[in-house]
């Protein structure tokens, strides 16, 4: 494989040709200095002071100088212990209507009150104008001023993200000139806008394309320059901004007007588009778009104006059918090192913007001559930009990046403690004094100034070095089908930096002038430090792909790679070994489903009614049935059409104070008024006791018991993300024995809990470990059996969870309080801890975190309880060497393939979770004896099970699947519209809806681990489990409230979503006879394994087991 680096070594890292694009492309640099900090002459703020009308016309009638009418016009006032004219109040004199003559000498005003301006402002500015002075933003309207920068820096924030995406996706040369033409209008309408909130909306549309456009021209050039040049044209590129500042104060100097220099700054950008002409798209961006055949042509113009000749080599490109590689912001942060570099990188470029801009903008309040200070400032960066040229080759880019931002955070610091207004206020007592005295004290002085001025100078000096730097090393960082996403992304934190910057400043400063100072250094020391975690980039050819990035020192092996089931074959793909520990394995499954429809009997509510004292112990006295006392207490309320017996109303009666006889028969109460129950309530439930009936959760509180479900599935929800995280990241067996354990604490505090606040605490706690120990253990089984065994046994665990349903209601019968049947469900997770001693870790897993040799060792005692021999040679990855794959939820969402699986899936989960647990919790409203009519449903999941077993093999998984799905909506459908009369076709049809829901929500779990990579399969099954965790949340609330309104409501909303989910698992590949995938890859592009495999079959090649990622490989 030729690269384009190769390539360019014929053709000519730095001929004619890229030196005229990179001579035509440096000009840009210089309209953008003016944008970036014209603020400094266009926002300039005069001295300044209120203007009062009549002084104004006096000071033209007698002819005084401005000094003469401002004394008449403004107080003195008190500024860091100077007395000094005020710039915002002025005398309350109404000058009409009082004697002024021409001589004021005497005139006293210290008595006379003051306000503020009334009549606009007097600036000090010799005929110049800046949109200050045009809409006097000063004083109360000060604040305005940082605003122009601010919105500047919006315009870049969000120009450099939109420009960067763009110039990824359609090219650097189209965006970069669309950018330009953009500028060019939005530079013209800052010049005209007629007022400042219009000025402020065209200055965030010229930031929104001058940023973008500049960065799209940085990254063009260093794309078409060999390795050994890029860190000459990426100074250089920037040292023409430096020529910007130093014209910028000249232009300034002869344009008087802030409008025209606006002119003059934009007009380049017209000029600019002519670029389209002149310039080439960057044949690197089109290689990684797999437009090979427009690259090579550009390439070959470049060769032909370098007068170079070019090999035939440059065939040998990547083809032109390749799978082309599309920006996305999540590959900036979805790898380890990716997100350690992006993280840095924009503090980095956050910290450069806030000092930079913050120390040029910090000359427009210090005083002096703006345009001197301002030019010396910027000769400042043409040493910057040497000293990188003169080290960044002979000692490295970190060294000298990290040392520029700790001499400018240095810097900072001294100079903020070096003494300035104070040596102002000596300065005026030193010109008193006399003699050798005087000298020496103004020499000193004196000295002082300079020493500041030096030590702000190497600041400005070390800034512009790490300025300048974090552009190229930021390019330098990233692969290139993302190299210019990257640099905008990070760049948008510099526009941050700038947003913050004149606030920073400004109003810092008036706190203590040196304060921003102090932050500019502690940012500035930060930023240095941890430019020393970034790689050393000197020489290293341009990154290429994520992989370049993540092993930088890795090396192909040339040897046949074959996956961890070709091992399995050798060890057995589900023999002694792995039977015994999915024997042991699948009892997790039988006290989990008294976790998850416990509720059905642990919050069974059953029938009740008001209870009344006087009627329960006449009741006793007179050895009444509980309907005769019922009769008593409670009225008969219109139930669907029906007169029943109400349960949360009595009469409002005092049976204490009324004559009441055993013989109640002929007792007329339907004109006895009623009102809600007072004194609790009786229950019909054969001594039994559930959660409902020891803490009264019915009636106004009957919301609760849903919130008991609601509470466990939060658990779940929150469990299946941290422990399918830590699942992926330390290990399945690790994870599932510390939910073990949390699922034993909170179990038994669950039978213990005094109240009903600690019942939800404890069982979301409960749920947190459960469902997350569930899914580890699935998990873990899957991957240690062939593929041909992987429905057996997701069936079969699956299966033994039906066996759980069954048994449940058993237990709930013979065990009649709640308590202790929370106590029975919760000891297995005791008893689970031994399986520390019984089970191993996934092998699969340990290859995937390059833990190989450990791998191997499992692989062997598993092959050995088998009975079987693993080949003799055996390629494993080196333990110590091997780069490992960490989980990222980002790996879900970033690619095609994985986005679409896991959004489906999702849905899927939440589908059969919200149907399931309805039709369960169902039974405990549709009348009936609970305990026999939950074990005739749970008996329906049998057949679900075998009909998997059937077909998923013969006919595969999409099309059960899916059917599954539809059958369970149909069967709501149908069953919501039969009568009630027609009982046994009800239930039929009812226990079909169950079939089919069932059918799918096992086929969900082993169907969603066959669509992710080893390395994020646990995490995957979690995550999209959440959405069934979410759907237990809601199953209460939608069957109990909307069942209210009518009983069958709640079946229609079940249907409609049953439906649609069998839809989209017709979207969802066949994963019958595939592999489990290792890599995205495998997920994006199947038949790309396949073809390795069959090439590997006809070229039969020796099994020689590769597990993935090798950098050395060791022969066992």
């Known amino acids: 494989m030729t690269t384009f680096d190769d390539i360019l070594e014929e053709a000519g890292q730095f001929g004619r040709c890229q ?51 401002r004394r008449l016009t403004v107080p003195l006032v008190n500024s860091s212990g100077v007395l000094q004219q005020s710039s915002c109040e002025q005398y309350e004199v109404d000058w009409n209507t009082t004697a002024l003559t021409c001589d004021t000498q005497e005139l006293d005003l210290s008595r006379t009150p003051t306000g503020a301006c009334k009549g606009g402002w007097e600036y000090d500015y010799e005929g110049r104008s800046s949109f200050v002075t045009e809409f006097d933003l000063v004083c109360a309207d000060g604040w305005l001023v940082d605003m122009y920068q601010a919105t500047l820096n919006v315009g870049f924030l969000v120009g450099s993200i939109a420009t960067g995406y763009l110039a990824d996706r359609f090219g650097r040369k189209i965006i970069f000139l669309m950018s330009n033409l953009f500028n060019g209008i939005a530079g013209i309408l800052v010049a005209v806008a007629p007022n400042y909130v219009a000025l402020l909306i065209f200055r965030t549309l010229y930031g929104f394309g001058v940023k973008g456009g500049w960065m799209v021209g940085y990254v063009l050039i260093t794309e078409i320059v060999g390795v050994e040049h890029r860190r000459t044209v990426g100074v250089l590129y920037q040292m023409f901004f430096s020529v910007g500042i130093l014209l910028l104060p000249l232009l300034a100097y002869f344009i008087t007007d802030w409008r025209w220099l606006q002119v003059v700054i934009t007009v380049p950008y017209i000029l600019f588009l002519s670029y389209y002409w002149f310039i080439p798209e960057s044949p690197r961006w089109l290689l990684s778009q797999n437009k090979k055949s427009k690259a090579i042509e550009i390439t070959k113009d470049m060769a032909k104006e370098n007068k170079r000749t070019l090999s035939t080599d440059i065939e040998k490109l990547t083809d032109d059918n390749s799978d082309s590689c599309a920006a996305s912001f999540m590959d900036l942060i979805r790898t380890p090192k990716m997100r350690k570099h992006t993280l840095i990188l924009s503090f980095n470029w956050f910290t450069s913007a806030v000092v930079y801009q913050g120390l040029i903008m910090r000359l427009g309040i210090l005083g002096g001559n703006v345009y001197i200070d301002f030019l010396i400032s910027g000769l400042v960066e043409f040493p910057a930009a040497f000293l990188i040229l003169f080290t960044i080759e002979r000692i490295g880019r970190r060294i000298p990046f990290a040392t520029a931002n700790i001499v400018a955070g240095a810097a900072c610091f001294i100079t903020a403690l070096i003494p300035d207004s104070e040596s102002r206020d000596r300065w005026r007592w030193g010109t008193r004094c006399s003699g050798v005295t005087r000298f020496t004290f103004l020499s000193v002085l004196a000295g002082m100034f300079w020493f500041k001025t030096v030590v702000a100078c190497i600041g400005r000096l070390g800034i512009t070095m790490a300025f300048e730097m974090v552009v190229f090393v930021n390019t330098e960082l990233y692969p290139t089908f993302v190299r210019n996403l990257g640099v905008s992304v990070c760049s948008t934190l510099c526009d941050v930096g700038g947003i913050v910057a004149p606030f920073l400043l400004y109003r810092l400063a008036v706190i203590w002038l040196e304060l921003p100072l102090i932050i500019f250094g502690s940012l500035a020391f930060v930023a240095g430090g941890l430019v020393l975690l970034l790689p050393e980039t000197r020489g290293v050819p341009l990154p290429e792909t994520i992989d370049d990035i993540e092993f930088p020192e890795k090396t192909c092996i040339a040897a046949a790679m074959t996956t961890f089931d070709d091992l399995l074959e050798e060890a057995g793909t589900f023999g002694r070994c792995q039977r015994r520990i999915f024997a042991l394995l699948c009892l997790v499954s039988l006290p989990f489903a008294g976790v998850y429809v416990g509720i059905v009997f642990q919050g069974f509510t059953p029938d009740h009614w008001c209870r009344d004292p006087a009627v329960a112990e006449r009741r006793q006295a007179c050895g009444w049935s509980l309907a005769e006392s019922r009769r008593l207490t409670v009225p008969q309320v219109d139930i669907s059409g029906v007169l029943q017996q109400s349960s949360c109303e009595q009469y409002e009666v005092d049976w204490n104070t009324t004559a009441l006889t055993c013989d109640t028969q002929e007792l007329d109460l339907s004109e006895v008024p009623v009102t809600g129950c007072k004194n609790g309530w009786e229950y019909q439930y054969e001594r039994r006791k559930s959660f409902v009936t020891e803490f009264n959760l019915v009636c106004s509180d009957g919301w609760l018991v849903d919130m008991n479900q609601a509470a466990l599935n939060l658990g779940f929800l929150i469990g299946s993300f941290a422990f399918g995280f830590f699942a992926d990241r330390f290990g399945r067996k690790i994870s599932f024995l510390m939910s073990n354990a949390l699922n034993a604490i909170a179990g038994i505090g669950l039978a213990l809990a ?33 593929v041909e065994y992987r429905r057996t046994v997701g069936i079969l665990y699956q299966m033994v969870y039906s066996v759980g349903v069954l048994l449940l209601p058993l237990l709930a019968y013979f065990i009649t309080d709640w308590r202790w049947l929370q106590l029975v469900i919760a000891v297995p997770y005791i008893l689970f801890l031994s399986y520390y001693w019984f089970i191993p870790e996934s092998p699969r897993w340990l290859i995937s975190q390059n833990k190989s040799f450990k791998a191997l060792e499992i692989t062997k005692a598993m092959a050995k ?41 999702m849905f899927i989960w939440f589908t059969t979770a919200v149907v399931y647990q309805g039709l369960i919790m169902r039974v405990g409203i549709a009348g009936g004896n609970v305990y026999i009519d939950f074990l005739i449903s749970g008996l329906v999941e049998f057949p679900a099970a075998f009909l998997i077993l059937f077909t998923i093999e013969r006919i595969g998984r999409r099309i059960p699947f899916a059917s599954a799905n539809i059958v369970a909506g149909a069967a709501c459908f149908i069953t919501a519209l039969i009568p009630d009369n027609m009982f046994w076709f009800k239930t039929v049809v009812a226990c079909i809806g169950r079939l089919g829901i069932t059918m799918a929500f096992e086929m969900v779990v082993f169907v969603n681990t066959e669509l992710y990579p080893t390395y994020v399969r646990n995490l995957g099954v979690s995550v999209c489990s959440t959405l069934c965790d979410v759907g237990g949340i809601v199953a209460p609330f939608l069957l109990y409230r909307l069942a209210v309104i009518w009983l069958e409501l709640p079946l229609i909303i079940f249907g409609v979503v049953a439906l649609i989910a069998g839809g989209l698992v017709l979207l969802l590949p066949e994963t019958r006879g595939v592999p489990l995938p290792e890599t995205i890859d495998d997920v994006e592009f199947p038949n790309r394994k396949k073809e390795d495999v069959v090439e590997n079959q006809q070229t039969g090649t020796p099994l020689e087991t590769d597990l993935t990622d090798n950098k050395e490989a060791t022969t066992v």
């Not at 603020?39 to 300044?48: A, K, N």
């Not at 409960?766 to 120990?773: H, Q, T």
């Not at 494993?876 to 091997?882: A, I, P, R, V």
Request: glycine letters at 8%.
């Open 19 to 69: 030196k005229r694009i990179f001579a035509l492309l440096c000009m840009v640099s210089m309209p953008w200095a003016g944008v970036y900090v014209g603020i400094v002459f266009q926002g300039f703020t005069p001295d300044h002071w209120c203007r009062d009308p009549a002084v104004a016309e006096r000071r033209q009638a007698c002819g005084w100088s401005l000094a003469e009418s």
């Open 754 to 786: 005094p109240n009903y606040v600690s019942i939800l605490v404890l069982r979301c706690i409960f749920g947190f470990g459960a469902k997350g120990g569930w899914m580890s253990a699935y998990v873990l089984l899957t991957e240690i059996v062939g």
């Open 865 to 905: 309880e088998n009975k079987r021999k693993l080949n003799s040679s055996v390629t494993l990855t080196d333990e110590e060497e091997g780069d490992s794959s960490s989980a990222s939820l980002l790996d879900l969402i970033r690619t095609p393939n994985m986005r679409k699986h896991t959004f489906i899936l």
